[in-house]
């Protein structure tokens, strides 16, 4: 198993920076890859950026050049930083966990954390 928790929502103004953080624990070998979703009101979730366990990172072109992923090096945290926020970017973010298991594909998921950018 692993686990997900998400910190550092808030509510900002457009415009601002927002950092959040994802602390992953348990069984934390194996991870090929970390990604953060977001769910806004009434919207199916979206994937927003991903960071793979070789460090390649990739984003959806709606955040690319404002947000940037990056773990630490414990690969124990996960954050995403959030500049030039507008307020679509409003919506519950959640971090994600792929592990390899024995060939079997395993996903976590975090409860979320809600982001509110006011304009």
């Known amino acids: 198993q692993v686990q997900l928790v998400e910190s550092g929502g808030g509510v900002v103004q457009a415009g601002e920076s927002l950092g959040l953080s994802c602390a992953v624990s348990?069984?934390?070998?194996?991870?090929?890859?970390m990604r953060w979703y977001r769910q806004a009101p009434g919207k199916q979730r979206e994937l927003v950026a991903t960071?793979?366990?070789?460090?390649?990172?990739d984003y959806a072109d709606s955040v690319k050049d404002r947000f940037t992923i990056s773990r630490g090096d414990a690969k124990t945290t996960v954050y995403l930083q959030m500049n030039s926020l507008k307020p679509e970017d409003t919506a519950v973010y959640y971090c994600?966990?792929?592990?390899?298991?024995?060939?079997?594909?395993?996903?976590?998921w975090g409860k979320g954390t809600l982001v509110t950018v006011s304009s």
């Open positions: 994600r966990a792929d592990r390899n298991d024995f060939g079997t594909n395993m996903i976590y």
């Open positions: 960071i793979t366990s070789g460090g390649t990172t």
């Open positions: 348990g069984r934390i070998f194996r991870i090929t890859a």
